[in-house]
């Protein structure tokens, strides 16, 4: 099995698949954000790294950049956790510290907010087809529950760990309900764009934006959802994800503020039933 590891220095994410393959990226970049569309500023005082109070810039806002604050006790648009999400802190806590060292857990859970978690929970089982852009944690949780996945990851190191990981876990029954695609870009977005409509119970969007931007793959993914079927994007207050959220303007919003495994600082979770 594939083992994948992951240093936190400073703002950069180091991760470490074996000796020879290490990835680099900004803490930024890997909560959902687009280098060349949103600027991350901290607060380097005492009280703003324990707070955690950062800022980011919409660049692409003009001249007047629109600036979203938060601390790790709210998320970019200022909502706060609820009351079930504080008590799951703990959990949160634990998992960072027992997993410090490698990104699929060893009981894994989708890096969504604890109260969306909660939701899909009742809404995943045996019959359920799911489409994820971006897989990981999220993948095996579905197929543990039984589901059919079909996943689509950019980075090709990082989809073989998961398709180690499914083939080798053994709360899996049946690895073959598992699709893996190995796609980025406007590729990844076009193989979207062909799946059968209306074939899919719940799309969950949370690929790393700069391989496959989120936007588009939600509104690529939207007509292979089954009617009442749910759409799922995860860190939803970033303003790099601004057009998902508009192409869903039509829809019920269903907005979870709140913790989530692996995370120490508030994040966000929308839902939308088609």
């Known amino acids: 099995m594939l083992q994948i590891n992951i240093v936190f220095i400073e703002d950069v994410v180091?991760?470490?698949i074996d000796r020879n393959h290490w990835f680099f990226s900004l803490v930024g970049e890997s909560e959902g954000m687009q280098p060349n569309d949103v600027k991350l500023?901290?607060?380097?005082?005492?009280?703003?790294?324990l707070l955690g109070r950062t800022w980011i810039f919409d660049l692409g806002a003009g001249e007047n950049a629109a600036r979203k604050s938060r601390t790790r006790f709210t998320?970019?648009?200022?909502?706060?956790?609820?009351?079930?999400?504080?008590?799951?802190?703990?959990a949160s806590i634990w998992s960072k510290w027992r997993h410090r060292s490698q990104l699929l857990m060893s009981d894994p859970m989708p890096w969504?907010?604890?109260?969306?978690?909660?939701?899909?929970?009742?809404?995943?089982?045996?019959?359920c087809r799911i489409l994820e852009v971006g897989g990981g944690n999220s993948s095996i949780w579905f197929l543990q529950?039984?589901?059919?996945?079909?996943?689509?990851?950019?980075?090709?190191?990082?989809?073989?760990?998961?398709?180690?990981?499914v083939n080798d876990d053994p709360k899996i029954q049946d690895p073959s309900r598992h699709?893996?695609?190995?796609?980025?870009?406007d590729d990844a977005i076009e193989y979207?764009?062909?799946l059968e409509d209306q074939a899919f119970d719940i799309a969950l969007i949370d690929s790393v934006p700069e391989r496959i931007p989120r936007g588009a793959a939600l509104r690529a993914a939207r007509p292979k959802l089954k009617p009442g079927g749910f759409m799922v994007l995860d860190n939803s207050d970033?303003?790099?994800?601004?057009?998902?959220?508009?192409?869903?303007?039509?829809?019920?919003?269903?907005r979870f503020s709140g913790f989530t495994p692996m995370r120490l600082r508030v994040s966000q979770t929308s839902l939308w039933q088609v």
């Open 41 to 49: 500023e901290k607060d380097e005082s005492f009280f703003g790294q």
């Open 179 to 185: 699709t893996l695609v190995n796609r980025a870009g």
């Open 145 to 165: 529950k039984g589901a059919w996945v079909t996943s689509f990851e950019s980075d090709e190191l990082w989809a073989e760990a998961i398709k180690s990981r």
């Open 14 to 16: 180091v991760t470490c």
């Open 192 to 194: 979207i764009a062909a």
């Open 238 to 254: 970033s303003p790099a994800h601004k057009d998902g959220i508009e192409a869903m303007a039509d829809k019920t919003l269903l």
């Open 112 to 127: 969504l907010v604890y109260d969306a978690i909660s939701f899909l929970e009742d809404k995943v089982g045996p019959d």
């Open 75 to 90: 998320d970019l648009d200022g909502y706060s956790p609820s009351p079930q999400s504080v008590l799951r802190l703990p």
